[in-house]
């Protein structure tokens, strides 16, 4: 007699290549477009810095004053958000071993940190003294820290719209792709960041 066979129903769940989602794989394809966004920013930056012999850097403004960029205040604002990835991280950590509520304490905590970091960038931009029309260097330097807040904010919502299905109960410690691509782009930006302020603060 012959037999059938029956398929297994479709849950919906997105299929896995060597324990990837493809939602996942998404979030990694787009975070390799950002990579080369914000490196075509950096390479317009150091063309300014190198093509010309500066004698001073940053260079003098139109004033003949020297830029003064606050050093000190953003190292402060680059601890906050380097944390805030650990902070995440020890969320994600959390929830894999069943504790929801860690995870919960982990985003909120990364979203407050997250926030604090946009908000000490906007007051610094209120006491730079300088604006993006001053000179090539200071519109270099609103343009990639102005992009990388732009992603921090981006960064804000996918977290928070994360925290929202996590209240839900919509993920679980083996279903939760949205929450994995979400902290590949915030640890991302931090990495970003880290990399802008050598740069551009420190060197």
């Not at 190292?75 to 071993?97: D, M, P, Q, Y």
């Not at 926030?115 to 003294?129: C, K, S, V």
């Not at 992603?151 to 804000?156: A, D, I, P, R, T």
């Amino acid at each position: 007699m012959a037999t059938t066979s029956v398929s297994p129903p479709y849950t919906g769940a997105p299929e896995k290549k060597h324990g990837i989602t493809q939602g996942l794989m998404a979030m990694l394809f787009f975070v390799g477009s950002e990579v080369m966004l914000f490196a075509s920013f950096f390479t317009a930056y150091f063309f300014i810095r190198y093509a010309v012999d500066h004698p001073v850097w940053p260079p003098l403004n139109q004033n003949g004053e020297p830029f003064e960029l606050p050093v000190a205040i953003t190292a402060v604002n680059t601890a906050i958000l380097v944390a805030s990835s650990f902070v995440l991280w020890w969320g994600e950590k959390r929830f894999a071993e069943g504790d929801r509520q860690g995870l919960i304490r982990g985003l909120w905590l990364t979203i407050l940190m997250g926030g604090t970091f946009l908000i000490i960038q906007l007051n610094e931009y209120a006491h730079l003294g300088f604006t993006p029309q001053d000179t090539a260097f200071s519109g270099a330097f609103y343009s990639l820290t102005g992009l990388h807040g732009l992603h921090v904010l981006v960064g804000l919502i996918v977290l928070s719209l994360c925290l929202r299905r996590v209240y839900a109960a919509d993920f679980t410690p083996t279903n939760h792709t949205p929450l994995a691509a979400g902290s590949v782009y915030w640890h991302f930006v931090d990495v970003v960041w880290v990399l802008l302020f050598i740069l551009v603060y420190l060197i």
